[in-house]
């Protein structure tokens, strides 16, 4: 499996990109660089380890797309490096990269990218060909990828006889078909109906489960972090400011900008028993536990009508008491961010 490691990235668009850098580690503002510049991604540092899935969200403009195509050396950073494994991509040349590419990572795309004259077989089997892959192999591993996403029986139609969300099944399955290591997705759902959406990510998470990916993906939207990242990097301005899972982020809002993404966050479906429990109350006799993992939200029926309840972890060892009390004070928490 691959891992993925970017150490002290910057890309700057404008006249003498390696001066600005150098101005911007200096301590000077993004805003205070010279007109036509644009500092799209400024010292970022994170690893995502092998099987990880990496949520880096952010408002339009600040630099998602810019970072996730210097992941893949689609974009050259203005300095930093890149490791994919052991290797830094920012030192490869092109060919190499392009090797890089199709034995280790695949994209998906916000606008599905589908050739519209190809069948949904060959839109699927499209990074095998291009690879030089054998034709019964490219046939066998795109008619797999496809029944992987719950589109077998459409091999032979075109895209435009396709929903928007059938449509980027196609391209999930080419990305899957691929059989890389890491897929990169750039706003992959973003273009979906909100049920659509929905079903896709809940597609993507069972796919998965089995697959063991490493995934890096690009949202704006922090629900959609939440559903899927095991953590979340937040951007803001080019910069990461703040990289933690689920809970740390609705919990302990880096800044005012985090806070501000979170307060539109359905927290019932974010926090877990787990983190609400109260290890030093007393279980209640006779009343069948909850797991850790639980989403408050599934709490609800339980906790009406039995009151507190257990909590367990994986090993089914109690670890506290989850209270009706606890369960709203959770909800109506307002989250403010508090500057230490
Ligand atoms: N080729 C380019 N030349 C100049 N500026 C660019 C270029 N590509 C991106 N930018 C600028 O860099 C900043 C970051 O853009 P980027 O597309 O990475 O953000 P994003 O978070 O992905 O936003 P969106 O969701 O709208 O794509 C923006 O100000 C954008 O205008």
Redesign the pocket.
């Known amino acids: 499996m691959t891992s993925v490691r970017v150490e002290r990235l910057y890309k700057i668009?404008?006249p003498q990109p390696t001066e600005q850098v150098r101005r911007l580690d200096e301590g000077t503002d993004s805003a205070d660089l010279p007109e036509g510049t644009?500092a799209?991604?400024v010292d970022a540092s994170f690893s995502v380890r092998e099987g990880e899935t990496f949520v880096v969200m952010?408002?339009?403009?600040?630099?998602?797309?810019?970072?996730i195509r210097m992941l893949n050396g689609l974009l050259t950073p203005t300095s930093g490096k890149v490791f994919v494994d052991d290797a830094d991509i920012t030192a490869m040349s092109g060919r190499e990269l392009r090797t890089m590419r199709q034995q280790k990572m695949s994209m998906v795309f916000q606008h599905f990218a589908l050739f519209p004259h190809r069948t949904v077989l060959d839109n699927a089997g499209y990074g095998l060909q291009i690879r030089g892959a054998p034709a019964d192999e490219i046939n066998d591993r795109a008619r797999e990828a496809l029944g992987m996403v719950g589109l077998e029986g459409w091999e032979q139609r075109y895209p435009q006889q396709l929903s928007g969300g059938m449509r980027q099944r196609v391209g999930l399955a080419r990305a899957l078909a691929a059989q890389t290591d890491v897929l990169l997705m750039d706003?992959a759902f973003s273009a979906l109906d909100p049920l659509i959406k929905r079903e896709m990510q809940d597609q993507l998470l069972e796919l998965n489960a089995q697959l063991g990916k490493t995934i890096i993906f690009?949202t704006?939207d922090l629900n959609e972090a939440m559903r899927l990242g095991d953590r979340i990097a937040v951007?803001r301005a080019?910069r990461i400011v703040q990289i933690g899972d689920s809970e740390q982020i609705l919990s302990e809002p880096a800044d005012d900008y985090v806070a501000e993404f979170v307060q539109d966050v359905d927290r019932s479906r974010v926090l877990t028993a787990g983190s609400i429990a109260d290890p030093s109350a007393a279980a209640p006799d006779g009343v069948a536990p909850v797991a850790a993992t639980a989403p408050l939200r599934d709490l609800f029926d339980r906790i009406g009508r039995d009151g507190p309840l257990p909590v367990v972890d994986a090993q089914r060892r109690v670890i506290g008491v989850v209270t009706p009390q606890a369960v709203f004070a959770a909800l109506s928490h307002r989250v403010e961010y508090e500057e230490a």
Not at 58 to 67: A, D, E, I, P
Request: hydrophobic share 35%; glycine share 24%.
């Open positions: 668009f404008g644009t799209a991604v952010g408002l339009s403009g600040s630099g998602k797309s810019t970072l706003e690009i704006h951007m080019g």
